[in-house]
């Protein structure tokens, strides 16, 4: 079983920063892509940024320029530095990988069964404006 813990959410005023981690832990062979969603009040979770193992990006329209997601695949973890926020930001932050293979789905170091999607338990974000 895998398990992905966010933190780092909070409140803050407009233009501020906050910085967003995602732990991965559990018996994992490999993950592919790691990325954030955010689902504001009464609107659909919609994706805001996922990179690959080997660091390939990409981002939400609205977040461009303000945002940067980065990864650290030794400790299965990825970071959303989240810079110059906008009361249009607040949102609840989910954690997503959504090809996880684990150590229960390889065999002799290759993946033998399709790979899992897993999600956090959300870390809440408000910005004031």
């Known amino acids: 079983q895998v398990q992905l813990v966010e933190s780092g959410g909070g409140l803050v005023q407009a233009g501020g920063s906050l910085r967003l981690s995602c732990a991965a832990s559990?018996?994992?062979?490999?993950?592919?892509?790691m990325g954030w969603y955010r689902q504001a009040p009464g609107k659909q979770r919609e994706l805001v940024a996922a990179?690959?193992?080997?660091?390939?990006?990409n981002y939400a329209d609205s977040v461009k320029g303000r945002f940067t997601i980065s990864r650290d695949n030794a400790k299965n973890t990825v970071y959303l530095q989240m810079n110059s926020l906008k009361p249009e930001d607040t949102a609840v932050y989910y954690c997503?990988?959504?090809?996880?293979?684990?150590?229960?789905?390889?065999?002799?170091?290759?993946?033998?069964?399709?790979?899992?999607?897993?999600w956090g338990q959300g870390t809440r974000v408000t910005v004031s404006s």
């Open positions: 997503n990988a959504p090809d996880v293979f684990s150590t229960a789905q390889a065999l002799g170091g290759m993946t033998v069964l399709p790979p899992l999607d897993y």
């Open positions: 990179v690959t193992s080997g660091g390939t990006t």
């Open positions: 559990g018996s994992i062979f490999s993950i592919n892509v």
